[in-house]
């Protein structure tokens, strides 16, 4: 009796195992190389470049955004917003599309589509190249001194920060340059404080623009001398004072820092060179007086800040290149040929958030960033994108149109970058990348996902040295 049930029982175990074998175990979806520990970390949202154009529907390649857009784009960002519970949100310039007639008109629908977003934690704005209401690459403010956030004043919640009574963080010691359009401001995140320097890059711009008669001139010097020279901003302040003028305001900000204070840096317009045209994005010819007394080009003095603040700068943000860019940037002169970057030069580094416009062959993204809650240092960014579905009747091979926000579009620094160990800050990832491999990972993301296989031409472009 007891052999029969010993043979009856091993029948049905091998029956049991044949199932097994039948039925493997299902392949888990792919899961981030790295887990961040989110007991000692928060997140802050980072949106730019829009360029909206209240007046057009649907959107394609090439194009700016169009009202349909946003709307995906809005109903993205608060669920986003909802699920990751960030603190703050960034945004980095150019609200409107690129069209002169109603240029005042759409910065006042994205500004107003900003405070309509359902996600009650504080927006920081800055300005970017478009946002200014005499052209493009002006001054911020015009000659009767008006400017985009003049135009959507509200004394309740004012610009250039919404929302400043959200309870995620507290916002404090708000120091606005309003014709300017640059100013630093505390967020102060439990018993901790980050202080954000947004400047406006765009006062550096090396932008050039063509008058009637053929010329070019710097676009930001708009208006002409009694010599018939162009000089001066709509503002009446030359590009050579408004940059002297916000660079000892930045140096003095930076002056007040004490040993453990930390800061990031926002801006539109990077430093460094374009990585599709190879030239510099800011000015080359503009100087900078310290205030030691020392005179430097804007480029290089800017770099020696980064330099001497190292310990305290956790990074910058930049919008403008409507791409998923980084810099790495460097407080030396580059490398002979075939030498290698020295880790130890590597001061700061800039990471792109690309634009909700597609006019860069990019499709449309934001992202969320993760900081250690302790020091505030840049640990992952998570980029989420938006694909086309549809063609055009004018472009048949690919989809070009139609930008939809499906589940689980995305992808973080960490996986693209092959972070492995927890809570690496960026910087300590992006210094020790080769070239090549820098290179490598951009371009796998460059467009945010793009089908227009978007790579950098100027491959110099993410290393930033000294002149």
Not at 36 to 43: K, L
């Amino acid at each position: 009796m007891k052999t029969t049930f010993f043979y009856i029982a091993l029948l049905l175990l091998c029956v049991l195992s044949c199932k097994d074998k039948k039925k493997p175990t299902p392949t888990p979806n792919p899961k981030p190389n790295v887990v961040i520990d989110s007991s000692s970390t928060s997140t802050f949202l980072s949106l730019s470049d829009v360029h909206i154009d209240g007046s057009m529907p649907t959107t394609e390649f090439g194009n700016v955004s169009g009202t349909q857009l946003w709307s995906r784009a809005k109903t993205k960002i608060e669920a986003v917003v909802k699920q990751e519970q960030p603190k703050f949100m960034v945004y980095l310039g150019d609200l409107p599309a690129y069209i002169d007639a109603v240029r005042a008109q759409n910065s006042h629908i994205m500004l107003e589509n900003l405070r309509n977003l359902d996600i009650k934690i504080p927006i920081l704005y800055l300005p970017g190249n478009n946002d200014s209401l005499e052209g493009d690459y002006h001054s911020f403010a015009n000659g009767n001194n008006n400017t985009v956030l003049k135009k959507d004043k509200d004394s309740i919640n004012p610009w250039p920060v919404l929302n400043a009574n959200s309870s995620s963080v507290k916002i404090a010691n708000l120091d606005f340059k309003e014709d300017f359009g640059y100013y630093s401001v505390d967020i102060i995140d439990g018993k901790n404080t980050l202080k954000v320097i947004a400047l406006n890059t765009v006062i550096f711009s090396a932008k050039e623009d063509k008058d009637a008669a053929g010329d070019y001139h710097i676009a930001y010097n708009s208006k002409k001398n009694a010599a018939g020279e162009y000089v001066y901003g709509d503002d009446h302040i030359s590009q050579q004072e408004a940059t002297q003028e916000q660079m000892h305001w930045l140096e003095g900000v930076l002056q007040g820092l004490g040993k453990d204070d930390r800061v990031m840096i926002m801006m539109h317009i990077p430093v460094g060179i374009d990585g599709y045209g190879g030239k510099p994005m800011w000015n080359p010819a503009l100087m900078y007086k310290d205030l030691a007394g020392n005179t430097h080009k804007l480029h290089d003095g800017f770099i020696s800040l980064l330099a001497t603040y190292k310990s305290n700068v956790t990074g910058l943000l930049n919008g403008h290149t409507h791409t998923d860019g980084l810099r790495r940037i460097y407080n030396a002169t580059p490398p002979a040929a075939g030498t290698p970057n020295n880790p130890k030069d590597m001061v700061s580094f800039s990471i792109s958030t690309p634009g909700i416009a597609v006019n860069h062959d990019n499709n449309p993204a934001f992202k969320i960033f993760t900081y250690d809650t302790s020091n505030f240092s840049l640990l992952d960014f998570e980029t989420y994108f938006a694909s086309p579905t549809q063609k055009t009747d004018t472009l048949q091979k690919v989809n070009n149109t139609d930008f939809v926000f499906v589940k689980d579009s995305s992808y973080t620094f960490s996986q693209v970058y092959k972070v492995t160990k927890p809570n690496t800050p960026i910087f300590t990832t992006l210094a020790n990348e080769s070239d090549k491999e820098v290179v490598t990972h951009v371009n796998m993301t460059l467009g945010a996902k793009s089908n227009q296989d978007v790579k950098l031409i100027h491959e110099d472009a993410v290393d930033v040295h000294k002149n």
